[in-house]
């Protein structure tokens, strides 16, 4: 999914967390308000497998929305924010992260 050729944004969160339940409905929404992004939600409680995840990519708190172009890191947006607020920093991210998509070349695979 991280490889995906759309930009994808997830959603580290767990449910002990007070600002990660109240962001989880609208993340929900905006997933179904913002076109051509891919919204992911992984609780990083549910599994050893998912909180090695969250490590992999530096996640020293929650809630976490880390957005991905072509399995690269993009940005991210750390913390709860108002719905609106969030919308506009993740169209603000998504805008730059078309570069990424359009004007980047993969690097070859070592032999």
């Known amino acids: 999914m991280l ?3 759309t930009p994808v944004i997830v959603d580290f969160w767990h449910e002990n967390c007070a600002y990660c339940v109240e962001l989880n409905p609208i993340f929900d929404e905006l997933a ?4 051509d992004v891919t919204f992911f939600k992984l609780n990083i409680q549910t599994s050893g497998k998912n909180f090695q995840i969250a490590q992999k990519y530096g ?3 929650t809630p976490t ?3 991905f172009c072509k399995g690269r890191t993009v940005g991210e947006i750390i913390g ?3 719905k609106q607020q969030l919308k506009e920093e993740i169209k603000k991210i998504i805008e730059n992260a078309e570069i990424c998509l359009k004007k980047s070349t993969k690097l070859p695979k070592r032999r």
């Open 32 to 35: 179904t308000e913002v076109e």
């Open 3 to 5: 490889q995906s050729e």
């Open 80 to 82: 709860f924010r108002p």
């Open 65 to 67: 929305l880390k957005f």
């Open 59 to 61: 996640i020293m708190g």
